[in-house]
């Protein structure tokens, strides 16, 4: 499975079975987890067979997840475009999980977080968790926004590579699918894209940016 047919197919899960999920895909997630947070300067965390966040939170019962017992904690140094990275990388292993067959979900609000379990340093925040594990169904599609609601050109002919790259972005996880974001196409194959506001929106920015990148490839375009 490529990037294009993970985003295609990736559908966010809550509900999930007790099947373990296997010693080497851990250890492939774990090391992931390394080089993003070397890239990132990220403090991206892995947590395992811990059933708390998700089990007696009453926020989780409300967000109707069930069976979690894996998954990412989001943490990083506080800065401005703290949640924007954090987007961008945790999307990055949601497609790598889904690659191996695994689910996720990005969860914002519905969970308790579990100090002893993680490690936040002082000047770090823990930004949101990824659910992980196998789902008890793939999950389903939402409505989408059409492309002319979320992008624009200041060119004359849009090229095809634009266009895929806003078709993967319109794939794209959102908070509450509020898709509040927007592509610009300007000369010399520069683009940008601004965060409207809304809960997370921010997140949202680095999640769909990086969906844009496999749709649009990097090397037709920089960002502005």
Known sequence: MDLI????????????????????????????????????????????????SFGESLLARYGKFSGVTCYFAMIGPKSDSLDETVGYYGEKLVLEAQRMGLNTC???LSYKKISSVM?????????????????ATQGVDHKRKKPNKVSTTDVRTTPQWYKQGVACALLAPTAINQQKFKFTLHEGNRVSVKAGFGPYSKVDLGIVKYHFEIGAGTENFEWL
Do not use: F, M
């Open 106 to 108: 990005w969860v914002g």
């Open 5 to 52: 047919e993970a985003l295609a197919t990736r559908h966010s899960v809550r509900h999930y079975t007790d099947k373990a999920i296997e010693t080497e895909k851990i250890k492939h997630l774990r090391q992931l987890v390394e080089e993003y947070n070397a890239q990132s300067e990220l403090h991206i965390q892995l947590i395992t067979n811990e059933p708390r």
């Open 119 to 135: 490690s936040i340093n002082d000047g770090e925040k823990l930004v949101c968790l990824i659910s992980l594990g196998y789902g």
